[in-house]
C-alpha cells in the first residue's frame, strides 16, 4: 500500500529538480553561446595604436587608432571598445602593424585594409581601403605578417610573397622599388615561418635555419656586423629554429629546445639580457627552455612560458610590461602569478594577451583606446577587457 500524498509530493520535487537542472542547462547553453559570439577570442593583433582579436566563431574585432581605416568598419573613427568587422564568421588569422591590418579566411583568401601609400596592401595601388578588401584571387595562403609598411605572406606550397615599401631592400627582389601587388621572394619552396619588423624581413626555413633580408646600418640582422644587407642572409649555421619576432630594431628567436635567443638594438634592456649593450649576433637570454612565443614592437618585449606563464622587460614608461609600475627591465620578470596565458601581442606602448578560457586583456598605453576598455586611461596591470555582448 502507498501514500497518495507522499507520491505527489515526491512527483513534484522530481518536476522541481527537473526544472532546475533544464534552468541550469540553460543558463550554461546562454553563458555558451555568449562566449562563442564574441566573448571568447582565440588570437590577438596589435598595430602601432590599434587591436584585433578573432573570435572562436570566427569572428572579428577591432578597436583603437583608426585614422587610416585600420579597423575595418568603412569610417576612420576611434573605437575605444572592441566593434566587429563587418558580419562574417570565417576569419582564419590577422596581422597589424604601424597603420595597417591583413588577415586570413577560412577558405585561404587574404584580405587588407587600412594605409597603404607604399602598397602594402597589395591591391595594386597606394589608396587607402577603410573595409577588408581582397588581395587578388588566390585561395592558398596559409600565413600572414605584417612589417611597418610591408607585408609577407606564405603559401601553402611553401614559397613566400612581399609587397609593400622596399626602400631598405627587405622584399628579397633583387632592388629598391616598392611593389603594390604580391611579388614571389626569391625561388624557394621550403619557408615554415615568417616575421616582419620596421625594415627587415626574418623567416625561418622548413630545416630549422633562418635567414634575414634587411639593410643592415645598425647591425640589427644578426649576422655579427653592419654592412648593408638586400639580400638573404643567413643567420648562424644552426638548424634548430622554430620561430621569429621581429621588432623595430631588435629581434628575437626561439629555438626547437625551447631557449629564447636575441639581437639588435638594447637601449632599453628589451633584449632581456641583464645589460643595455646591443647584440649583433644572437644572443642566449638566461638558461630556460621553456619558452613558448614572444612578441615585440618598440622596445618593450613580452613571452609566454610553456607553463601558462607570461614574463616581461624592456620599456615601460606607460606600463606595457604590465608589472604595476612604469620601471623598466633589464630581465624577463613574471606579470603576475597566472599560469593560463594562451597568447600575446604587443604594440608600440600597449600589450593585449589572451587566456585559456578566452578571456582578452589589456595595458599600457591607451590615448586612442586601444586596449578597448572603453576610456583612453594608460593601466599599469592586465586588466580584463569585457566581451563585446557584455555591455
Known sequence: MTDGGSEHGLDIARRSVGLERAAGLVQRGLELARAISGGAFVSVAAGHAHSLAL???????????????QLGLGDKKHRDRPARVGGDSDWAAVAAHYEHTLALRRDGSLWGWGLNWRGQLGLGDRDPRDRPARIGRDGD?????????????????GTLWAWGDNYHPRLWLGDRHDRDRPARFG??????????????????????????????????????????????????????????????????????????????????GQLGSGDKDDRRSPTRIGGDRGWA???????????????????????????????????????????????????????????????????????GFNYNGQLGLGDAEDRRKPTRVPPPNSR
Open 187 to 268: 625561388g624557394d619552396s621550403d619557408w615554415a615561418a615568417v616575421a616582419a619588423g620596421f625594415s627587415s624581413t626574418f623567416v625561418v626555413k622548413r630545416d630549422g635555419s633562418l635567414w634575414v633580408c634587411e639593410d643592415n646600418l645598425y647591425g640589427p640582422l644578426g649576422t655579427g656586423d653592419a654592412e648593408h644587407g638586400g639580400l638573404p642572409i643567413r643567420i648562424s649555421r644552426d638548424s634548430d629554429w622554430a620561430t621569429v619576432a621581429a621588432g623595430l630594431v631588435s629581434r628575437f628567436a626561439l629555438k626547437r629546445d625551447g631557449s629564447l635567443w636575441g639581437w639588435g638594438d638594447n637601449r632599453y
Open 141 to 157: 595562403w596559409a600565413a600572414v605578417a605584417a612589417g611597418h609598411e610591408h607585408t609577407l605572406a606564405l603559401k601553402r606550397d
Open 55 to 69: 573570435g572562436r566563431d570566427g569572428s572579428l574585432w577591432a578597436w583603437g587608432n583608426n585614422e587610416r581605416g
Open 293 to 363: 612565443a614572444v612578441a615585440i614592437d618598440m622596445f618593450v618585449t613580452l613571452a609566454l612560458k610553456r607553463d601558462g606563464s607570461l614574463w616581461g622587460w624592456g620599456e615601460n614608461n606607460h606600463g606595457q610590461l604590465g608589472l604595476g609600475d612604469t620601471s623598466l627591465r633589464l630581465r624577463p620578470t613574471r606579470i603576475g602569478g597566472d599560469s593560463d596565458w594562451t597568447a600575446v601581442a604587443v604594440g608600440a606602448a600597449h600589450a593585449l594577451a589572451l587566456k585559456r578560457d578566452g578571456s582578452l586583456w589589456g595595458w
